[in-house]
């Protein structure tokens, strides 16, 4: 199938046919001849490298037959461009035989001689070696587009929900290896203590508590960390840099471009004066200014190559030519117009000198010095869309990283808020009833086995809660309306508001519960804006219970006061305990508690406040509305 060629070729064959031409026009048979051929092959230098290369080699291993001076440089652009795109266009494979077909005829014409081989080879390899390097970088930029629609195209919903649901799934295993293997201990140890009383079982259970407070303690404390992916940024330069700031390629490059320029110099038909030396060794170290002074380095070239030429008339060399190549590259790879000025400053010095002191060659600098401006341009081309695509990628990961990171947090704050309302209570009773046990065990052998016997209630109660919840976790179910975690019908918030006053009550606590329903004709309807009334419901029953688990651990044997009173528009929350003995109950608090409702208050758009009172108690005052608000600020000082 033959593809119609492109612009690029049709103003590659178009260029080479006037080169041609303008070198052979005194022999137009000749020049009809040859300029056939390398358009032949320009015109298929993309779509088929190795066939332009073969016809632009051919055409010009025809030149001398037809005699064309093997010196004249009428086929060296096209060949130029055949052998840069073999590299740019070809595999690797192609510069062997590309290789092969350009030097040997060459070297072989002039009776091979080092100097022409070693010149031949230096020619293929910079202009292969051009095309090969612009390859790379166009190719590296179509990865990183690939990458970037990859990226672009991928579910973030799905992402979101498969990450999420493996976090679930992982926090369910640990908060039942966790918590639940403590309260099932607990539980266990306190059934067998009822019989024997054993003050090493008792302990035991005593100590379990504790430890299983201070897990529970670290899994809330790591559920409710607000951290996100750290910021992997590397502060260092992203260039290698010598000690003295300077661009370490660079200074590699000049050095062994000073090495080659001496050695040309030296090794030349005419010994160089030792101020022709001095600058010719400096012209490289112009390279060190390119990266943040490209006009400066090419303006400081050109004097040198000026200079040079006052001084002493001598061929430049390879060591300059390459100079001006590399300088060349930057002034594509910058492309300001003033940079470009500046390269025309140069490129005209070097031509001019060059036709003076090396006509044979002026051809060759020339084409050298646009061929790497041309490459230059290209692969900063293929830079910048390389750059594009990358900042599309990570702009894509950014946004499904941040709704990952934002969708675990705000699991792991759920699940943290869940895990703390049912086993902060239950152990803290626990561990206060096997306290309890421990110091009547002596005194009053009954009392001390109806404490373990709460112990051995709370302890069932609590697995059962911790089982369902790891369940509602990992199905995703976390959250939802009522039904809850005790019973599988809703049922009345009073009801469960005295099932728990009865609980605390055997841990120690006189409590008194007032709880006042509102008049049926004031309940606002439900609509679509209002939350659930079970879950608001929830809420007040979680204040209640964390209001009264910290009077057990921090007020043993106070009295408290929970009054609860359901208004039309808002529920009223108070729970005041007066401090008790004074002494605090030996059961360290996950810290959490107070925060967590809080949380919940706020976003049904309700407050709480918890502080002391002046009589040395502790009140907890919360108002929450029966309705869905815009959330409001609330301080809470969490004692727990």
Request: neutral net charge.
């Amino acid at each position: 199938m033959t593809t119609r060629p492109t612009r690029e070729e049709l103003v590659l064959a178009g260029a080479g046919l006037v080169w041609v031409v303008a070198g052979l026009w005194r022999t137009p048979g000749v020049a009809a001849t040859v300029g056939a051929g390398v358009s032949a092959g320009l015109l298929v230098s993309r779509q088929r490298p190795q066939v332009a290369a073969a016809l632009v080699l051919a055409a010009a291993a025809l030149a001398p037959v037809l005699g064309v001076p093997s010196e004249s440089p009428a086929t060296l652009l096209p060949v130029v461009v055949a052998i840069y795109g073999l590299g740019r266009w070809a595999g690797r494979t192609a510069a062997i035989t590309g290789g092969a077909a350009f030097v040997v005829p060459v070297a072989w014409s002039d009776g091979w001689s080092w100097p022409t081989l070693l010149f031949t080879l230096f020619l293929y390899g910079v202009c292969w070696g051009f095309g090969r390097v612009v390859a790379a970088k166009a190719a590296g930029a179509e990865r990183e587009r690939a990458v970037a629609d990859r990226a672009q195209a991928q579910d973030p919903d799905h992402l979101v929900a498969a990450v999420v649901a493996a976090e679930r799934t992982r926090l369910a295993a640990d908060i039942t290896e966790v918590v639940g293997a403590c309260v099932g201990e607990m539980a266990t140890g306190a059934e067998l203590a009822q019989t024997d009383l054993s003050a090493h079982r008792i302990e035991t259970i005593r100590r379990r508590g504790a430890m299983g407070v201070t897990e529970l303690r670290r899994l809330l404390g790591l559920l409710r960390e607000r951290t996100g992916p750290e910021d992997l940024t590397d502060p260092t330069p992203g260039r290698a840099a010598h000690a003295l700031g300077l661009p370490i390629r660079d200074l590699v490059a000049s050095v062994v471009l000073v090495v080659v320029t001496v050695a040309g110099l030296v090794g030349g038909g005419q010994p160089p004066q030792r101020a022709t030396l001095v600058l010719l060794a400096l012209l490289p170290f112009t390279l060190l200014l390119r990266r943040d002074q490209n006009s400066l380095a090419m303006l400081l070239a050109a004097a040198v190559i000026a200079l040079v030429d006052l001084i002493q008339p001598v061929s430049l060399g390879a060591g300059p030519a390459l100079v001006v190549m590399i300088l060349s590259w930057s002034a594509a790879a910058d492309g300001r117009r003033s940079v470009w000025g500046c390269w025309m400053v140069l490129l005209a010095t070097g031509i001019v000198t060059g036709a003076r002191n090396d006509p044979d060659n002026v051809a060759m600098l020339g084409l050298l010095a646009a061929l790497s401006a041309w490459a230059g341009h290209a692969w900063t081309d293929s830079d910048h869309r390389e750059r594009v695509a990358h900042d599309r990628m990570v702009a894509a990961q950014s946004l499904v990283e941040a709704a990952v990171v934002e969708a675990v947090r705000a699991e792991r704050l759920r699940i943290a808020r869940d895990l703390h309302d049912v086993t902060s209570h239950a152990l803290g009773v626990m561990v206060v009833q096997a306290g309890a046990a421990a110091a009547q065990r002596d005194r009053d052998p009954e009392r001390a086995r109806a404490s373990l016997a709460v112990v051995a209630a709370a302890g069932r109660h609590a697995a059962l809660d911790i089982d369902r919840l790891a369940r509602l976790i990992e199905a995703g179910a976390l959250g939802a309306p009522d039904g809850q975690l005790h019973h599988d019908q809703p049922i009345d918030l009073a009801d469960r508001l005295r099932g728990l006053a009865e609980r605390v009550g055997r841990a120690g606590l006189e409590l008194t519960l007032n709880v006042l329903p509102a008049h049926p004709a004031t309940t606002p309807p439900a609509d679509d804006r209002g939350a659930p009334e079970s879950a608001v419901d929830l809420v007040v029953y979680r204040v209640v219970q964390e209001s009264l688990t910290n009077a057990i651990r921090h007020a043993p044997g106070s009295r408290v006061q929970v009054t609860v009173v359901a208004r039309a528009a808002d529920w009223q929350v108070q729970v005041l305990d007066d401090g008790g003995d004074g002494v605090a109950a030996a059961v360290p608090g996950a810290g959490f508690g107070l925060a967590g409702v809080a949380e919940r208050v706020r976003d049904l758009g309700g407050r709480l406040t918890a502080g002391t009172t002046p009589d040395r108690g502790w009140s907890v005052a919360a108002t929450i509305p029966r309705h869905r608000t815009v959330p409001a600020a609330g301080d809470v000082s969490d004692s727990s």
